[in-house]
């Protein structure tokens, strides 16, 4: 049946989903920028690429280049491009493996630890203000259907960096 004129069409059956895309995706600028803006106020020098491997290290820990690599999802040549960077303005250090001689372990310098903080507390800051400016019943709405794309993606809240790479 064809609708009248001036009639709406039918609602489509993901018109929600397309709804919720729109939302998240408007969210992961926002975010995004807000990632940006962190990293240029505290070392406008690195890039957000660079940053990606400083915070999978400060979340890892200690690792090697193959292990850096499966977290960032790159190929280990990649991320050794990325190491020699950022131990070249001395953020991350490469240390032979005491038990394994022939392994090298990436961890974050003081500098890097240092750079890796500053950056997650404006993130962390700037998202709170944010949240204290929605009304309480929409927080918890978000809390929950955070968690479930969270859950949803594949990752865990709080875990360490997995399948994203951060």
């Keep these: 049946m064809t609708p009248s004129p001036g009639s709406k069409p039918p609602a489509r059956p993901d018109g929600e989903i397309d709804e919720f895309v729109?939302?998240?995706?408007?969210?992961?600028?926002?975010?995004?920028g807000t990632s940006t803006r962190s990293l240029a106020e505290v070392d406008?020098?690195?890039?957000?690429?660079?940053?990606?491997?400083?915070a999978v290290l400060g979340r890892l820990g200690k690792t090697n280049l193959q292990g850096l690599a499966d977290h960032l999802q790159v190929n280990a040549s990649t991320a050794m491009r990325m190491v020699d960077r950022l131990v070249a303005v001395d953020l991350v250090r490469r240390e032979e493996?005491?038990?394994t001689r022939r392994e090298v372990v990436l961890s974050l310098t003081p500098a890097g630890?240092?750079?890796y903080a500053k950056v997650m507390d404006k993130r962390r800051e700037w998202v709170r203000q944010t949240v204290m400016k929605m009304p309480a019943g929409e927080r918890k709405n978000l809390i929950?259907?955070?968690?479930?794309?969270?859950?949803?993606?594949?990752s865990s809240l709080g875990a360490t960096p997995g399948t994203?790479?951060?």
């Design 97 to 99: 493996n005491p038990t």
């Design 22 to 32: 729109s939302a998240i995706l408007g969210a992961s600028w926002v975010l995004v």
């Design 44 to 54: 406008d020098s690195l890039t957000v690429t660079q940053f990606r491997t400083l």
């Design 113 to 115: 630890e240092q750079v």
């Design 144 to 154: 929950k259907a955070l968690q479930s794309f969270t859950t949803a993606a594949g």
């Design 164 to 166: 994203l790479g951060w």
